[in-house]
């Protein structure tokens, strides 16, 4: 620094910046913490080796459990030296050690120690340490000194206690329980932060019990709360509550929301701000409610601070798209931030804007958006493109400037993901608006003209393929869709291909032109795009004729696939070259919703031993394997569908047993998994009875039995029945498990050669109409539903009767009749009366089933359903509504 | 545990993104390399806005970073998604003081080195495993700078120049108020 004579340009490498730690290196510092072993210990110097250690360690670099073990075993040394700001690193470094077990004991006598020192700093710090590096078993013998820190008359030492009881909470919860006394006595400190960390903790001891936290809230929102921090968590609380009591207080006034609002007029902003979000955030909030949170967030809007803005404008957008009214006030000073250097702000007011503007104020609106997007940064412009899709579908009669706006931004530079994000918009709005659709397939065709990627290259001419030919005037798309056959990669020229060749099976005109161009094709030099030009040919008659193209062929051309691509892909996997072709109708139709089910249960891992382990994988494949190789059941056929596991017996009983039904096309198997949870017992001969007296249409056909069920690895014995071909039949079943037990001596694991014939009762089992339904999904349920026609569509409507909320009902009947949900509509938003839902499936017998049901809240509870059922089959239809009626 | 306001991280780094001090409170950055391109990330994000007379903020992978820079140093602080953005902005503001009075009033990079001990004590009483110690910048630097004066230790036991060093930042300090 001290040489003003070295010139700036010439060397940059001499004018490195002065640091104390350049060129330091970790063994010289290993090295260095020998110092921590002197005998005549100089606090300063070992100071500066722990900072130099903490620097390394922050820099990233990893030390070895050597390496580590040696630090640390020296830096135990320096609880001999009486220095204070030494002991303070000593503190910090230990805890970024993290050592083990063993090594904890050699620091736990001097920490213990500290943690009774007259000293604060040491009481404080001491306590910090030891309880993030301790296990449970240390805990019992520090508890009374943390007990009584907890009351400390020093903030610092009561709040190091408190923090460290939140932390270890997690761990050693009842322990941490015992100490509510000195904690309650902690929330009425006069110490702002030892208030806030007293009241963390005496939440988390009680949020399991929802009486003591209403209590807890209701006392202390009339009391008086000092720190900021501390009736922010209370706010917090307090909206738990409400949450919680809101399903049984059914009218009148919210409990808890005159605290919400006497918190608007709390002095600290952050108070003012949690309690404006927390009302915003009311279930089923009233505008009457609302009004005083708008107010304070409006004021915010105009605040010098960026983040008070932030907050404000964040918060005010989430309420822009349950109640853009509310938010209209507003609209003034959202505005003015539309030009604010925090772009994530102007973003925000944006889209807020867009949220709440009406039909007049659009084309202002999108002359300041054009000015803006040119400044901000990708991730912002796809938000603005997602609000302005949205304006669009609100208001179709706008849709000319809006549509010219993505117009624009698409032609303007960006990166793939605002690239899809714009050309995705274009597409939903072609799709919703019909006067939208030749400007916007104009737009697309000049975006593919000049497109960088291709993947959206592809997209559109798919897209292009199924849209262009309804339109007026085909032949105008003809030239873009050629063009690409040109200029473009293998990938875009096969799509390309596919397009052209739709346009020809469509439009009979255009018959003669595209069999032209599609004969050019067969001279490319990608072996796929000639395959599809000679297949198109062929298959559309390309010997010239102009013949009208055939039903079947378009399906089997253009047609589109009703098998899970994932299905598909396992089967081709799992097919061996052989003298059977592959055949496309035996891929399973299910969708595989099991992976899903899987990701969410780990929180329910099954405890000790009485939890059944996992049965045999449950996939379709799996379960056709299984009993393709089970002689009995060969002929049965091909496997409609297995249904999931249902437990016939409690959780930890002595025997587990679970129950999958197999569906065919006149039989039903029962693949009962069982497992044998007592490890003094062997059983064999393992059969189910089943009683189908109460299931006329069944007759049992052949049973399985298990040969032999050892302890804890399981097993599985079938049972086989008759019913009428086709039909739905349905039954209730009792089953008794059925076995000779044998006694195992546990020491050698022996079995008794002699048995005794017990019996064991399971419950009872079902065979219901959603059994006979596959979970079948389409892409694009209103094509679906428009191209299955209202030949036998069976409308009705149905009065649900009282139920918990909307959602619940829509669940219920997605459950009855075992479809699957398409497009999201399984998803009931909060507070909303009406919901239309629309399920997919196969009907047994290959018949395809579309339902679209749409619920409404009659009264405060009580729901009421339309049921509008399309299929194939009018049986089918009137069978759908059966199932309702009946279920 | 998931009502109580937390801290993700807090980050000093110099002017061109590279660490000075760095505290993780969350799993959500498993490795190193994680940690360093998140840095990065913020770094990119934040260095072209003047986040000098106010703290600035922003949001992004779902997170939101409050962030004021000073000189050659910038502060940021980090929380989850639905965090109460004032609450993130009272911490940076606690440990941007803080350092400023640790540094008394020479807040630059190599400032920061020399006193790297101090800042890494300053982090250590600000957040304590993400949860809020202490946001008064004030009572921040006096528990971190009540170095070197053991009440416990006779002040025999002090050297004059530790003793002469205690009195110098006592008036400075006392200059700066």
Not at chain 1, 79 to 90: A, E, I, T
Not at chain 1, 398 to 403: A, D, E, F, G, T
Not at chain 1, 454 to 474: A, C, N, R
Request: aromatic share 8%.
């Amino acid at each position: 620094m001290a040489q003003p004579l070295v010139k700036k340009d010439d060397d940059r490498d001499e004018e490195v910046e002065y640091s104390p730690f350049f060129g330091i290196e970790k063994g010289a510092v290993l090295q260095e913490a020998r110092v921590f072993n002197d005998p005549q210990l100089d606090p300063q110097r070992c100071s500066q080796v722990i900072t130099k250690l903490l620097y390394l360690l922050n820099q990233g670099e990893a030390f070895t459990k050597v390496e580590a073990t040696e630090v640390f075993f020296s830096v135990t040394k320096l609880f001999q030296s009486k220095d204070l700001g030494l002991r303070r690193m000593v503190y910090v470094m230990i805890k970024e050690l993290s050592p083990s077990a063993d090594e904890v004991i050699m620091v736990t006598s001097s920490l213990m120690k500290d943690m009774t020192s007259k000293t604060d700093m040491y009481r404080a710090n001491a306590i910090r340490v030891l309880c993030r590096i301790t296990d449970g078993t240390l805990l019992t013998q520090i508890e009374r000194y943390l007990k009584q820190a907890i009351v400390d008359k020093n903030p610092v030492v009561s709040s190091a206690a408190l923090v460290s009881g939140i932390h270890l909470l997690q761990t050693n919860p009842e322990i941490v329980k015992r100490w509510s006394n000195e904690v309650q006595e902690a929330v009425q400190s006069r110490a702002a932060l030892v208030q806030f960390h007293a009241l963390a903790l005496l939440h988390q001891i009680r949020q399991n019990d929802r009486l003591a936290v209403n209590k807890l809230v209701s006392s202390l929102t009339r009391g008086s709360v000092r720190s900021p921090l501390a009736q922010c968590l209370l706010i917090r609380y307090t909206s738990q509550v409400i949450r919680e009591s809101a399903n049984n207080t059914q009218t009148g006034d919210r409990p808890f929301y005159d605290f919400l609002e006497g918190c608007l007029r709390h002095k600290a902003e952050m108070v003012i701000f949690e309690a404006a979000r927390a009302i915003t955030e009311l279930n089923g909030v009233t505008s009457r409610e609302l009004t005083p949170a708008i107010t304070v967030l409006q004021l915010f809007l105009s605040s010098s601070k960026p983040v008070l803005r932030f907050a404000a404008v964040r918060t005010l957008n989430k309420v822009a798209m349950t109640h853009p009214t509310a938010v209209t006030n507003c609209n003034i000073d959202m505005e003015s931030l539309i030009s604010d250097q925090n772009r994530s702000i102007a973003t925000l007011a944006i889209t807020t804007l867009l949220k709440t503007g009406n039909e007049s104020s659009v084309d202002r609106l999108m002359k300041q958006i054009t000015n803006f997007m040119s400044d901000i940064a990708d991730e912002f412009k796809i938000v603005v493109v997602e609000a302005i899709r949205s304006l669009c579908l609100k208001f179709p009669l706008k849709h000319r400037s809006l549509m010219n706006f993505l117009s624009n931004i698409l032609r303007e530079e960006g990166g793939f993901e605002y690239k899809k994000a714009i050309v995705d918009s274009i597409v939903i709005l072609i799709r919703d608006i019909p006067e939208a659709k030749e400007t916007g397939l104009l737009h697309l065709c000049e975006f593919i003209e000049d497109c960088e990627f291709t993947y959206l290259s592809t997209q559109i001419l798919h897209f292009l393929g199924i849209e262009g030919p309804k339109t007026s005037d085909p032949s105008k798309y003809i030239r873009y869709i050629y063009n690409r056959v040109h200029l473009e990669n293998a990938t875009v020229r096969a799509g390309a291909v596919s397009t052209l060749a739709k346009f020809g099976a469509m439009v009979d005109g255009l018959k003669p032109r595209i069999f032209v161009l599609l004969r050019r094709c067969l001279f490319d030099t990608d072996d796929e795009v000639r395959d599809r030009a000679t297949l198109y040919l062929n298959t559309l008659g390309g010997d010239g004729a102009v013949v009208e193209t055939g039903a079947d062929v378009k399906e089997f051309l253009f047609g589109s696939l009703d098998i899970p691509l994932v299905n598909l892909e396992n089967s081709l996997k799992n097919y061996e070259p052989s003298e059977k072709p592959f055949d496309i109708n035996f891929v399973p139709k299910e969708v595989k919703t099991q992976p899903l089910a899987e990701k969410k249960a780990p929180g329910k891992k099954p405890t000790g031993l009485g939890a059944p382990p996992p049965g045999p994988p449950s996939t379709v494949d799996a379960y056709e394997k299984l009993l393709s190789s089970i002689p009995e059941f060969s002929n049965f056929g091909k496997l409609f569908k297995s249904s999931a596991p249902v437990e016939l017996t409690e959780a930890e009983t002595e025997y587990a047993v679970n129950v999958v039904k197999h569906i065919f096309d006149s039989h039903v198997v029962f693949q009962y998994n069982c497992t044998n949870t007592i490890p003094e017992q062997l059983l064999e001969n393992v059969t189910v009875l089943v009683d189908g007296s109460e299931a006329e249409e069944f007759s049992e056909v052949a049973s399985k039995p298990l040969r032999s069920l050892p302890y804890d690895s399981p097993g599985q014995t079938f049972v086989a029945f008759e019913k009428p071909e086709g039909v739905p039949a349905v039954g209730k079943f009792s089953n008794m498990l059925r076995f000779i037990v044998k006694e195992v001596d546990p020491s050698t694991g022996e079995a008794e050669d002699d048995g005794v014939e017990d019996e064991y009762q399971l419950e009872d089992l079902e065979v219901v109409a959603a059994d006979y339904i596959l979970k079948v999904g389409v892409s694009n349920f209103r094509n679906a539903w428009e191209s299955m026609g209202a030949d036998f569509e069976r409308v009705d409507e149905y009065g649900l009767g009282p139920r918990d909320s909307l959602a619940e009902a829509v669940n219920a009947v997605i459950d009855l009749l075992g479809m699957q949900p398409c497009e999201g509509t399984e998803v009931v938003s909060p507070n909303s009366r009406s919901h239309t839902c629309l399920l997919s499936g196969v009907y047994i017998g290959n018949v395809k089933v579309l339902v679209r049901l749409q619920f409404g809240l009659d009264g405060p509870k009580d729901v009421a359903m339309k049921l509008a059922v399309r299929s194939e089959d009018e049986t089918v239809s009137d069978a759908i509504h059966e199932i309702v009626a009946s279920g | 545990m998931e009502l109580c306001p937390l801290i993700k991280n807090i980050l000093l780094l110099d002017s061109e993104g590279k660490r000075i001090a760095v505290k993780y409170y969350s799993d959500d950055w498993p490795t190193n390399s994680a940690k360093e391109a998140f840095e990065k990330a913020v770094f990119a994000k934040t260095q072209k806005t003047n986040a000098r007379t106010e703290a600035e903020i922003t949001m992004f992978d779902n997170y939101i970073v409050v962030y004021k820079f000073v000189q050659d140093l910038h502060f940021f602080v980090t929380g989850g998604e639905n965090e109460n953005e004032i609450i993130l902005a009272t911490v940076l503001q606690g440990f941007f003081d803080a350092v400023g009075l640790l540094l008394r009033g020479n807040e630059d990079k190599k400032e920061a080195l020399e006193n790297l001990d101090l800042i890494l004590l300053c982090l250590d009483e600000i957040v304590d495993g993400g949860v809020i110690l202490e946001t008064d910048a004030n009572v921040i630097a006096g528990k971190v700078d009540s170095h070197s004066m053991d009440a416990g230790a006779p002040l025999s036991e002090q050297t004059i120049t530790q003793a002469l060093a205690t009195a110098r930042e006592h008036l400075a300090r006392s200059l700066l108020q």
